[in-house]
């Protein structure tokens, strides 16, 4: 059974950075694709990043491209989200999530990812 958890949440200024951690144990990993997911109140959850873990291909929302880097570091079986140029729309919930039934492409849709962490607060003051 895979278990994900994410680190490194918190409260920084507009233009600050800020890098979340996705710790995931259990199963062997290099066939999935992870994903970084956000999620305000009141707002359907959205796609930020995805990675495939064999090759570490990665893929981003217009919103984050630029701005995000998704990595992962197959010894630690962790995968990274580096946020630089912080705005405050960018302020959300954040989770990690897991596509163990991967087999090609990006998936970008929330249905696509079967395994999820409990989320990490990120605030992004004006």
């Known amino acids: 059974q895979v278990q994900l958890a994410e680190s490194g949440g918190g409260f920084v200024q507009t233009g600050g950075s800020l890098r979340l951690s996705c710790q995931a144990s259990?199963?062997?990993?290099?066939?999935?694709?992870m994903g970084w997911f956000r999620q305000v109140p009141g707002k359907e959850r959205e796609f930020a990043a995805g990675?495939?873990?064999?090759?570490?291909?990665?893929w981003y929302a217009d919103s984050v491209k630029g701005r995000f880097t998704i990595s992962r570091d197959n010894a630690k079986n962790t995968v990274y989200l580096q946020m630089n140029s912080l705005k405050p729309e960018d302020t959300a919930v954040y989770y990690c999530?897991?596509?163990?039934?991967?087999?090609?492409?990006?998936?970008?849709?929330?249905?696509?990812?079967?395994?999820w962490g409990q989320g990490a607060q990120v605030t992004v003051s004006s």
């Open positions: 259990g199963r062997t990993f290099s066939a999935y694709a």
């Open positions: 990675i495939r873990w064999r090759d570490g291909s990665p």
């Open positions: 999530a897991a596509d163990k039934a991967f087999n090609d492409g990006a998936p970008r849709l929330v249905y696509l990812y079967d395994t």
